[in-house]
């Protein structure tokens, strides 16, 4: 098992709750991260800048029974399929009771925005966004 770090878009805070966790059960970290990121890991993969590319090195690295740390929803979908357990920087598991609602959303937020219209970004992280994060990956890391 080793968690696995989309740290394109992942905030620092996370990065660190998740290097302390997993030496508190003896794992590996592996981050992926293209060359504009300046991250400081044990196993840092840098891809390039290209559409998808730090997608397709973590989709590489994962195995069925790792954990994978990531804002993109369709990267999560296709993790869960190889049987590996995701969760967001903000704590939220995704599971296959509520991915498949999840692409639907953002599908309709894309065509909403394709067709002129305007939708809010995310909200601005606070402490409780890292306590219910850390909270969510020990249940995960304590289920194994």
Do not use: Y
């Not at 309709?108 to 402490?127: D, E, I, M, Q, Y």
Request: glycine share 6%.
């Amino acid at each position: 098992m080793k968690i696995i770090v989309d740290a394109d878009a992942c905030p620092r805070n996370v990065l660190q709750i998740c290097l302390t966790m997993a030496r508190e059960h003896a794992l590996p970290v592996w981050t992926v991260a293209s060359f504009n990121h300046n991250i400081e890991s044990d196993h840092h993969v840098v891809v390039g800048n290209a559409s998808q590319e730090a997608d397709i090195r973590v989709m590489n690295l994962a195995h069925a029974g790792d954990v994978a740390v990531t804002q993109d929803w369709g990267l999560a979908a296709m993790l869960l399929g190889k049987g590996v357990k995701c969760l967001n920087p903000g704590g939220k598991e995704f599971s296959t009771n509520n991915i498949e609602f999840l692409l639907e959303e953002r599908e309709l937020k894309a065509k909403f925005r394709r067709s002129g219209g305007r939708t809010k970004g995310p909200k601005k992280r606070v402490v409780e966004d890292d306590q219910q994060f850390e909270a969510c990956l020990r249940n995960i890391l304590t289920q194994f």
